[in-house]
């Protein structure tokens, strides 16, 4: 494999996350409260992001795969369960 090949494999294994993140960070101001946050937008996507990748590789560790729904599922609740302790301790 050569180094594109990793490049691609490294940006198909984190795209969920880098998709998660942002997503997750602009839902949460869409529906969360109308306070001013302490934490930038970028910095709640940046502690999603690091968890999100978390989450990816415990589940290929675990599973010896990547791409199981059972991650993807607890990626989304790690994702938004972070969000909410953002929202609730950040301010």
Do not use: E
């Not at 869409?30 to 999603?48: C, D, E, R, V, Y």
């Amino acid at each position: 494999m050569d180094w594109v090949d990793l490049l691609w494999h490294v940006a198909g294994f984190a795209a969920p996350a880098l998709v998660l993140a942002p997503a997750m960070v602009l839902m949460g101001r869409f529906f969360g409260k109308k306070s001013a946050p302490a934490l930038t937008w970028p910095a709640q996507a940046a502690i999603n992001l690091i968890v999100c990748l978390g989450v990816l590789a415990v589940g290929l560790v675990l599973t010896g795969h990547d791409g199981r729904m059972a991650t993807y599922a607890v990626l989304v609740l790690a994702s938004a369960s972070t969000q909410w302790a953002l929202g609730v301790w950040g301010r």
